[in-house]
């Protein structure tokens, strides 16, 4: 099956900071998502983003499907920011179920 | 965005019970899936709700241990059979709305503790 792996595993952030969550996949895909999981456990979903850029506000996402990986970018980091962001993708023929990367922690500190 | 009940949010079970968690949406949707999330692990599919058919199951789930049911386009059922410790997750429905893009939305979880 196809693997999604992502980096990095932990980040620890001050208030303020920007970073970029890197996501890789091993196949090509034609459904890529990100997610938030706060740490109450709820998951909110950041982008659809098979190809190309989109932004909503302080965060924006960039798929290049060609070269297999995706980044996740979160500028002015707020310590509302902090949880596990995951990276999934569709499998091929799978009638849209997504498997899921391992994720990155972050800790934004104030 | 689909606004999706999950019931309970929580148990604590004795093991060789039956744990069944309902999930509601307020919309019709296009699939309904069920992931596990084994603590401070990564999301696992169970299966694919199919509505008004048996579900598809991924490898290493079995329809004895969780079956599912999906009576009509909005809701869903998992339920969680002869509990072990090594059940003790979070069970997460998830839905694809109808009409939309192909995002995934979660419902709230229910966290299980099997004794």
């Known amino acids: 099956g196809i693997q999604v792996e992502q980096s990095p595993p932990d980040l620890i952030l001050q208030e303020g900071a920007n970073s970029t969550l890197r996501c890789n996949f091993s196949?090509?895909?034609?459904?890529l998502q990100w997610f938030h999981q706060n740490p109450w456990g709820q998951l909110i979903n950041l982008f659809y983003?098979?190809?190309g850029t989109k932004q909503n506000g302080r965060l924006s996402a960039t798929t290049v499907a060609t070269e297999r990986y995706s980044l996740l970018y979160i500028s002015s980091s707020q310590t509302t920011d902090s949880g596990v962001y995951f990276c999934?993708?569709?499998?091929?023929?799978?009638?849209?179920?997504?498997?899921f990367g391992k994720g990155t922690s972050l800790l934004v500190t104030p | 965005s689909a606004v999706i009940s999950q019931k309970p949010s929580r148990d604590i079970c004795q093991r060789g019970t039956s744990l069944t968690i309902q999930c509601q949406v307020d919309?019709?949707?296009?699939?309904m899936f069920w992931y596990r999330q084994q603590p401070g692990q990564s999301l696992t599919l169970i299966a694919t709700?199919?509505?008004?058919?048996?579900?598809?199951?991924e490898s290493g789930f079995v329809i004895d241990k969780f079956p599912i049911s999906r009576p009509n386009l909005t809701f869903s059922t998992l339920t969680v059979s002869n509990m072990s410790p090594e059940d003790s997750s979070i069970y997460l429905c998830?839905?694809?709305?109808?009409?939309?893009?192909?995002?995934?939305?979660f419902g709230s979880g229910t966290q299980l503790s099997v004794l």
């Open positions: 998830s839905v694809i709305r109808q009409g939309g893009d192909e995002k995934l939305f």
């Open positions: 196949d090509s895909v034609n459904n």
């Open positions: 983003i098979p190809s």
């Open positions: 999934a993708v569709e499998r091929r023929n799978s009638g849209y179920a997504l498997n």
């Open positions: 919309s019709q949707v296009t699939m």
């Open positions: 709700a199919n509505q008004g058919s048996e579900a598809t199951y």
